[in-house]
């Protein structure tokens, strides 16, 4: 169970080389949990079992941007903006226990 226990949370896990310094979990509205782990040039974003990168876009615009071409992250404080058009909801940070 524990060896189990372990493999989930390494594939959880960003691999080192990719050095994000910070892990944040918001709650989306009819999503779940999202864990996104970032960096100054990119950002991870965690889903259950699916990873998404995206690369820091730069912006005149409030907040941190990352995106591609199907997705946008935007954060502003504890609020994280996730774009996928046309659908586009907002997420609050949750504090880790």
């Known amino acids: ?3 189990l226990a372990t493999l989930t949370a390494l594939a959880m896990g960003s ?3 990719e050095d994000y310094g910070t892990s944040e979990t918001f709650l989306c509205p009819n999503q779940g949990a999202l864990i996104i782990e970032r960096n100054d040039a990119q950002a991870s974003v965690l889903s259950g079992r699916i990873r998404t990168t995206l690369f820091r876009e730069n912006s005149d ?3 941190l941007r990352y995106g591609d071409d199907h997705m946008r992250l935007i954060i502003r404080g504890d609020v994280l ?3 996928q058009l046309p ?3 907002d997420c609050m940070r949750t504090q880790d226990a």
């Open 81 to 83: 903006t996730v774009e």
């Open 1 to 3: 169970m524990l060896v």
């Open 61 to 63: 615009l409030p907040g």
């Open 15 to 17: 691999p080192w080389w």
């Open 87 to 89: 659908d586009r909801f």
